[in-house]
């Protein structure tokens, strides 16, 4: 990903010189008129300073000028409209044959689906050159797809599905963020979109299971595939947790049990969530579905990094209260 | 104009009033100017007083309907939304007793004008008479809505407290709307769109109890209002001159009033 | 050039509204509009500055990319604060809540305005509002943002939501009653031959916002209140689970949001009208389409709210209708922008205090108004909804205009509030560095938008720092821009020069009484005979 400072994100969408063409004519407008409204104000403010002896003019009213600066800004207005409209049109409409790819929304991950199976979390991979169309939707809250890179935006609202499309024009990786405002961890929701050509994009649809990436650490895969960003906050913490006894209750029977936190239980536990639940301080297991299962999207050698960096995890003093 | 009598409360008298002097008071042991007591001091006169009064009021009064049209707008969307649900919803409303009232409103309309009339012919006791009507008749209001209110949770229509979708084995109303209605029929049949009903339905209620919650708390800040001019009446504070209060204070009941001749038509009447 | 103490204009009074009395009930229990008016000075800027002290600390912790300051809950309920604070409580009851209260009567020739006890009431409404509101942010925290989106408002949030919806709540009657005040007393207690063609255009500017205010405040107040019920009951009105829609709630939110930000522009574009008007010692260019223009804001305002959510899932039908009626809200403001640098033309223009406060507002206010047209138009719209663009926008606005229109304002009528005159170098030196500060704060910010940084992030990737840096020194040095005035005006109050009735030769009402003003107001009612602005038909100033 570009780490460089910009004024304007990259141009990786079809659609993003579109909107940076109405922008910059936006700008020079915004700066035209500014710099000539300051420019007006800073010369009338010297050529007409308070001079004793003079008695300034009876102001009469120019009806001309005044619909003459009515009007203009109308049509500019109307040609701003216009042409935003277009690009706005354009942008909703979404071309036959555009690959779909779902999108969902929760507190605070996008899980990715792709029709052919594979899944991701705070990932999307697309291939390069084709349209995509993302039909988006929330488990909980409002949250927003944000992909600065492609000037792409769509709300993701529980209860209805949207949907907005892009075609990628170049290969690389681009921010993806939370563009609205949904609960305490808004700012970690965040991801990346990986474009790629067309021939490794099918490459990856149907090759290996589990996301090759190159982070070796259980650290960095942890931060990665958004454990930390639930784990900090509202679910059971990581802290000292490995090698004592867990209160869980049975996923089938509700059957309450301590059980000892081992290499096993961890495993467990990330890929097949639902089996064991834990119970909160309240008292009260923690829902099941909550926690996505990670089963065919880690290799048993990420499963055995995460792991060891969980017990690595000691006693931190603030244990975060969770609030039902 | 005829000048203020002992009885009518002196508005320089009080904790609100601030004790400002008057220019050219000093020459003089009181006020500077006269007007009649009942006109406040800011003003010029009498008729600048009741000017404003009324503009004041009617500009109160706008600020009321959009309070209850983003309500009633909320509701009007979900109505158009889940109109099978909300049929269910009008149906289960007592029309009998939304009639009753809808009259009594009226009435009670009419009381408040005559009271208006009585004021401004300097009828004392006119006035206390149809005050009390108007009173009477805002208390039985209320009563028929808390027996109305009061069915509805027998016949367990509370949301999410105590509801159920009425059962046409033990509703009447929902047995003849299924009978005659083949959408409300095909939606009750269904037993995902049934549960969806059910949903739908208690977000009628939710609207009903919320709408005519807020209704009934102005008719009891209305009730409260005319039982003060009635005791104000009773004294003698007004008069033909002067009886702005009862004016302006009409004016609001009527507005109640109009929210109801919209309420009313929009939950109980809409039942096809 | 500081101000001179011209021949009084009006025979000296020793009693004024300020002096008849000292004691606290006359103040917590009085009538007097000027009293008022004060009361709210104090309270608003009290208020200012803890959504202020919410800003610097969210500033502090944006200079650096990773989330070091504070907790993320903390950050958010900041964020929360600062907004709530500063929309609520400072910038709509500011200029018509202080000086509205203040001059509208005076300004209109009558002792006071029409409903002197709903106007205290409405001071405390304000004030268990707003107290309510700070309750529920320190005791248990509010992080919802200050436009309390469902469902998390409604189901998620956890706080005191319902507590801060109450405070509100109950502030938004304060509003309501303030503004009918105003409708009220300009209809109804103009002085003899005070037309309306005669009116300042400060009065005509909050009639226009009280218009708003009285029609827009109670759609928003039942809208919170449903979000109340929804949370207490359980109920599902913008549950999606229950048969509800999240988005009813934008829709009636934005209904009275949208001309809310009209609220806060509004009475400063009138603030504007009047010192541009008396430091050219011209009447404002244009005066019938200045008056006019604010009709027309305060009418087509309330027609463009789904503006905020073009992508919320709006047909592209609805996105078409709302944008291309957002344009028509531009052009009045476009209007008064010209006819004020119009007004500068063949002037006799002095850079007072007020006036660079009034200069400076017509530059920073064009920049925010264009950028306005950034958001309106739906191709750039999709791309900077929800990022730092959108908060420079209105913080343009906002800031570079509302608070410098009421800085301006608080400056050129403290004379005539207090009777004092504040230090002009001080003022003016404040001036420049609220100007410059507030530029370096908010410029970076439509950059940091438009490259894609999302609104309410409390840490960010890396490449967005240096931009983030420079928007928190910013911030550093407008803080300090604010504290100054706070200081030499107050200063001024046992230290300051005594004003006389008219220091600026300004035309008005208010500048032909005392300073400070009587109780009443006038020792004769005023009689209008001529237009406003009538500095042609003055003798030329003395130098």
Redesign the interface.
Known sequence: MDKGFRFIPEQASEAASQVDALTLFLTLLTAFFTILIAALIIYFSWKYRRKSEVRPAETKTNYTLEIAWTVIPLIISMVIFVWGAKVFVHMKRVPEGAMEIYVVGRQWMWKVQHPEGRREINEIHVPRGRPVVLTITSEDVIHSVGIPAFRFKMDAVPGKYTQQWFTATKTGEYHLFCDQYCGTQHAGMVGKVIVMEPGEYEAWLNGVKADDTPLGSGKALFDAYGCAVCHSAQAPSMSGLYGRKERVADGGTGKIEDVQVNDEYLRRSILDPNDQLAVAPDGKPYARGIMPSFRGRLTEEQLISIIAYIKSLKNTPAQREVVP | MTQSTASIPDPHAG?????????GDAAQGGHGHSHPAHV?????DAE?QK??AT??MW??L???V??????F??YA??RQ??PE?FLIGSHHLKLTHGTVNTFILLFSSLTVALSVHAAATGNRKGIVRYLIGTLILGFAFLGVKASEYYGEYQEKLI???LFELPDPAHSEHMKELLEHNPRVKAAYDDPVRRK?LE??L??FF?FYF?MTGLHASHMIIGIGVMSWLTWRAHKGHFSAEYHTPIEISGLYWHFVDIVWIFLFPMTYLLRH | MTAINYPESAPVVEENYLNVSYDVKSWLLTLDHKRIGVLYMITVTLFFFLGGFAAIMLRLELATPKADLMQTEMYNRMFTMHGVLMVFFFLIPAIPSVLGNFLIPIMVGAKDMAFPRINLLSWYLYMTGGTIVLVSIIFGGLDTGWTFYTPYSSQFAIGNVILALVGIFINGFGSIFTGLNIIVTVHKMRAPGLTWGRLPLFVWANYATSLIMVLGTPVVAITLGLVVVERLWGVGIFDYRLGGDPILFQHLFWFYSHPAVYIMVLPAMGVISELIACFSRRRIFGYEFVAISSLAIAFVGFLVWGHHMFVSGQSIYGAMIFSFLSFFVAIPSAVKVFNWTATLYKGSIVWSTPMMYALGFIGLFTVGGLTGLFCASLGTNIHIHDTYFIIAHFHYIMVGGTIMGYLGGIHFWWPKITGRLYNETAGKVSAVIVFLGFNLTFFPQFILGYVGMPRRYHFYPEEFQLLNVMSSAGATILGFGYLMPLVYLIWSLRHGKIAGPNPWQATGLEWETSSPPPPENFLEKPVVNHEAYNYHEQEPTPN
């Open positions: 904790p609100l009033h601030d004790d400002h002097a008057h220019a406040a001091h800011h003003f010029d600048q000017d404003a503009l004041g500009c109160f706008a600020t009321e959009l309070f209850f049209g983003g309500l707008l909320g969307i979900y939304r889940y649900a949301p999410k407290l969806g949903q739908q208690q977000l939710v919320c």
